[in-house]
């Protein structure tokens, strides 16, 4: 079994149109111009399709994926910049698991927590 998560990013909607359209109308600009603004800080300069987003979810329920088995993929074109995955300290494991003499912990140095999107520090 095969357990992965998609974080699409910003993604070609009805709510995102409408989100566009309030920041243009309190900026006092086109849809257009804010659209373009927002797409510059995206890697490949456009807001992603739901169509993009399907595809990537069809990879991964495909055999092709095993490779990917809990690992987050970013299907943002590049928006969000990436995801550093830290495990957690061993003071943060379960109790059961110290009391069980599990193996320690590979970060008991600390470092980025869960889901941020900075470098590892160390």
């Known amino acids: 079994m095969n357990v992965?998560?998609?974080?699409?990013g910003p993604t070609s909607s009805d709510t995102m149109a409408t989100a566009l359209a309030a920041n243009a109308e309190s900026r006092g600009l086109t849809v257009?111009?804010?659209e373009r603004e927002f797409s510059a800080a995206i890697s490949i300069g456009r807001i992603v399709t739901p169509d993009e987003?399907?595809?990537v979810i069809a990879f991964l329920a495909s055999?092709?994926?095993?490779?990917?088995?809990?690992?987050?993929?970013?299907a943002s074109g590049g928006e969000l910049?990436?995801?550093?995955?830290?495990p957690p300290r061993r003071d943060?494991?379960?109790m059961v698991n110290r009391e069980l003499g599990s193996a320690p912990c590979?970060?008991?140095?600390?470092?980025?927590?869960?889901?941020?999107?900075?470098?590892?520090?160390?």
């Open 32 to 34: 257009e111009e804010v």
């Open 4 to 8: 992965t998560v998609v974080h699409p």
């Open 106 to 122: 590979p970060n008991d140095g600390g470092g980025p927590r869960h889901g941020t999107n900075r470098r590892p520090t160390g």
């Open 92 to 94: 943060e494991l379960p």
């Open 53 to 55: 987003v399907a595809a």
């Open 63 to 74: 055999p092709r994926s095993v490779a990917l088995n809990g690992d987050p993929i970013i």
């Open 81 to 86: 910049g990436p995801i550093y995955y830290s």
